[in-house]
């Protein structure tokens, strides 16, 4: 079996300009095609570190992309049941003997030849896509891209700047599903370790409130609770 998992590109020599870092894992057994493809991908740049069994691989299943070889019914039969329970929202490529019909869904079928220069194109735009979802939290009915400090509005698409702090403040709130309290925001947000006027803060919720409320003035989104604000996304 064969498994490639991507996590990040390093600079090669074809795609320089297109690729920083790369981590390939591959599990293979003797198929000729496949060891040709490795030594192809070594061959641009790509460095990988092959293991014994799909097993070892676990941990590293949230790199998103999996290169599997298929070559007999038992063995499709077990990488679907461990696609299913370890590897949802992956993107997977398939390679399999010619006879073999796969009964996998939404997987990407490989079958030689195989231009590489397209095939890792196809790559770096997986692992661009990854890397742009890293920074968006889904909020309700919209998403927050932390980066660019922007709110995109589902449907409409509609996008909404956000200052610096009131990105800081919304990341912070996203990622403390306990809540938060007034003073941890002023600490953690501004950076202040002693008490400041807290009319400050509320001031700043207020005009991100307007920002992501439907109304400010009766929220349902970022609301104060027990003395605690906290950030409702679903």
């Known amino acids: 079996m064969l ?7 390093l600079q090669t020599n074809s795609f320089k300009n297109m690729l920083n870092k790369k981590k390939i ?17 070594e061959d641009e740049g790509l460095e990988i ?17 999996l290169l599997l070889d298929i070559d007999s019914k038992k063995r499709m039969k077990n990488v679907k049941k461990f696609l299913e329970q370890k590897a949802r929202d992956c993107n997977i490529f398939v390679t399999h003997e010619e006879n073999l019909k796969i009964d996998l869904e939404d997987v990407t079928i490989l079958k030689p030849p195989i231009i590489l220069k397209d095939f890792i194109n196809q790559i770096y735009r997986i692992c661009k896509k990854n890397e742009n979802s890293k920074n968006l939290v889904k909020v309700k ?8 400090n922007e709110l995109i509005f589902d449907g409409t698409k509609k996008k909404i700047r956000l200052t610096e702090l009131e990105s ?7 990622a403390n599903i ?7 925001l002023l600490s953690k947000v501004w950076g202040h370790n002693t008490i ?4 400050t803060l509320e001031s700043l919720i207020y005009r991100l409130r307007k920002k992501i409320e439907k109304n400010p003035n009766q929220p349902k989104l970022l609301i104060l609770k027990e003395k605690k604000y906290f950030l409702i996304k679903s």
């Open 3 to 9: 498994c490639f998992f991507y996590e990040t590109f």
């Open 25 to 41: 894992i591959a599990i293979f057994n003797q198929n000729y095609f496949i060891k040709e493809l490795i030594t192809l991908l």
């Open 141 to 148: 009915n919209f998403q927050f891209n932390f980066k660019n």
């Open 178 to 184: 306990k809540g938060s309290t007034k003073q941890e």
């Open 168 to 174: 800081r403040l919304l990341k912070f709130l996203s």
């Open 49 to 65: 570190n092959k293991i014994k069994n799909i097993e070892q691989s676990e941990e590293l299943i949230s790199n998103k992309i």
């Open 196 to 199: 400041l006027d807290t009319h």
